[in-house]
């Protein structure tokens, strides 16, 4: 269960990002995920809004620290696929999966060891 603390928070991002990583491997890829459309998508999808949701509790802590993260961007993303979650499109998953989870992944260990310094 994540804590309220904000090195939780982070630490459920990157479980959340490997979790995502395994899923597209085991199915074999990013275009198998996108043709699959069922259980690797599912769970994909259920991570993505894990991320989204820990964003969210880390509102005000992690803007300035991490500034080239759209972590506004992150926080919608699990409002629609909550809301719109029959038009979530195929180019939007493959853009996170592709471009956007490696430098959110770098930005999220950064601030991992930020509050672990922290204390």
Not at 13 to 22: M, Q, T, V, Y
Not at 27 to 32: C, D, K, M, P, T
Request: overall charge negative; charged content about 30%; some cysteine.
């Amino acid at each position: 269960m994540p804590s309220k603390a904000p090195g939780r928070r982070v630490a459920d991002i990157l479980s959340a990002i490997a979790r995502i990583g395994a899923y597209v491997e085991d199915i074999g890829g990013v275009e198998a995920l996108l043709r699959d459309q069922y259980l690797h998508r599912d769970a994909v999808e259920r991570q993505l809004l894990i991320i989204a949701e820990a964003a969210s509790k880390l509102r005000g802590q992690v803007e300035t620290v991490e500034p080239t993260i759209d972590w506004h961007a992150i926080r919608g993303m699990g409002n629609f696929i909550r809301h719109d979650y029959d038009g979530v499109e195929d180019d939007i998953i493959r853009r996170v999966l592709t471009s956007e989870l490696e430098p959110l992944a770098v930005a999220c260990r950064r601030l991992q060891d930020n509050f672990t310094a922290i204390g």
